[in-house]
């Protein structure tokens, strides 16, 4: 049994892991290791409600800060971890001091991928992750009229939407030929694109971004295909890479992230890794997969605590995620890769609607939007291993519940 176990990341996955542990009776030396100075809080809000002054960040606190002394957990906070020596069992953090540790686990997430284009620099060009970011991009939004939002994927439109409703003029400029090509299938795609449109924002797709022009020091224009598009304040979205650092340096296993198996260990004994910096092996996918999900890292933390406890559970969760962007949620379950036939439950147009992907007879996907009991229902079955007819699936009006009862 370990006697002190060092989380570094203070994310979502690096705090379900202390509150698994404590939840299942650990009762040595937890310390908790966060880059931000901010106790734990959610971050899907940042690009949404925070940004129109819904959340302050006490709201945003995943658990409130007498959570940790009472659960005897120990903060470093604001002191990133710069090294890992697996022989000495230590983790070093900026301030100097070292720390020792029976078990250690990696939560340190992802980051920004960087934009390569003159003018990044400029003042009032930003980047979304962290609390800090949110609340200069609210700063920013309140001081602008036009905003150029440079990635087409989940960030970059509710950032867009979010802007809308607070009545300011969008662009969004997508690389891409359609919307959130990584996540939605193209008929998804579609459909997202026109909700933006009619929405009024002026959407460019297959859009290369050369430069960002300012003056003064700060962004006044983004230059696209020789086209200029005017922007008080241009925010960067063009998705995150693992931050793996750590991890190669220490000499762990890494692949388009740290590499892990299905109880979230790594390729060092008592090393463990959660949440977005993983390439972890998915048992309902059968498949590696890193996946970028606040619920991915809440059930990867809960599978590395009992695993460090030696009660091993296999991580087999469905991959699921949602996106807030106007009125509409989109809640995903399951993975698209190989289907080979796709059925609309509902009407698009209503924006009321779900989309079913199969695989043979297999149901291996459901994209529901605005219809939050198929996708309770879908994911559950998904979670079964069971399947729905497809003349079940297209009627709107079927009742879904008989399929995901006990057998």
């Known amino acids: 049994m370990s006697e ?6 203070a994310g979502h996955a690096g705090f379900n892991v202390v509150e698994a542990l404590r939840k299942l009776e650990f009762e040595g030396e937890i310390i908790l290791v966060g880059d931000e100075p901010h106790l734990p809080y959610q971050r899907p809000p940042l690009s949404k409600a925070f ?32 090294a890992i020596d697996p022989d000495a069992c230590t983790a070093s953090l900026a301030s ?42 609210m700063e920013g939004l309140e001081q602008s009229h036009s905003v150029a939002v440079i990635g087409g994927g989940f960030i970059g439109l509710e950032v867009a939407a979010t802007a809308r409703k607070l009545g300011k003029s969008v662009t969004v400029l997508e690389a891409a030929d359609r919307l959130m090509a990584r996540a939605l299938p193209p008929r998804l795609s579609g459909f997202f694109a026109d909700i933006h449109r009619e929405r009024g924002v002026d959407l460019r797709l297959s859009a290369q971004v050369s430069a960002i022009a300012g003056s003064s020091g700060k962004a006044r224009s983004v230059v696209s295909g020789g086209d200029e598009v005017e922007a008080d304040l241009v925010v960067i979205g063009i998705g995150v890479v693992p931050a793996t650092e750590l991890a190669e340096r220490a000499g762990l296993a890494c692949d388009n992230g740290v590499v892990v198996d299905e109880f979230a260990r790594t390729s060092i004994g008592n090393i463990w890794a959660v949440g ?12 590696r997969l890193r996946l970028e999900s606040v619920q991915h890292a809440t059930d990867q933390a809960k ?3 009992a695993s460090i406890l030696g009660r091993g559970e296999r991580y087999q969760a469905v991959p699921w995620f949602w996106s807030d962007q106007y009125d509409l949620k989109l809640q995903i379950a399951g993975l698209t890769e190989n289907h080979d036939d796709e059925i609309v439950r509902g009407d698009m147009a209503s924006g009321q609607f779900s989309a079913l992907y199969y695989s043979g007879e297999a149901l291996r996907a459901a994209y529901s939007v605005n219809r939050p009991g198929d996708h309770m229902a879908t994911r559950r079955l998904l979670a079964l291993g069971r399947t729905l007819p497809r003349d079940i699936a297209g009627d709107p009006q079927a009742d879904l519940k008989p399929f995901i009862r006990p057998a």
């Open 4 to 9: 002190r176990i060092v989380i570094i990341g």
């Open 51 to 82: 940004l129109t002054g819904g959340y302050d960040l006490d709201r945003l606190l995943i658990r409130p800060a007498e959570y940790y002394p009472d659960n005897k957990i120990t903060l470093k906070l604001g002191d990133p971890a710069t």
């Open 96 to 137: 100097g001091e070292t720390i020792s540790f029976d078990s250690l686990v990696l939560a340190t997430g992802s980051q920004m991928r960087q934009l390569s284009v003159p003018g990044t620099e400029l003042d009032h060009v930003l980047y979304l992750r962290t609390h800090d970011d949110a609340a200069a991009l």
């Open 276 to 287: 977005d910096c993983t390439n972890h092996f998915n048992s309902w996918a059968g498949s």
């Open 303 to 305: 599978i590395a605590a």
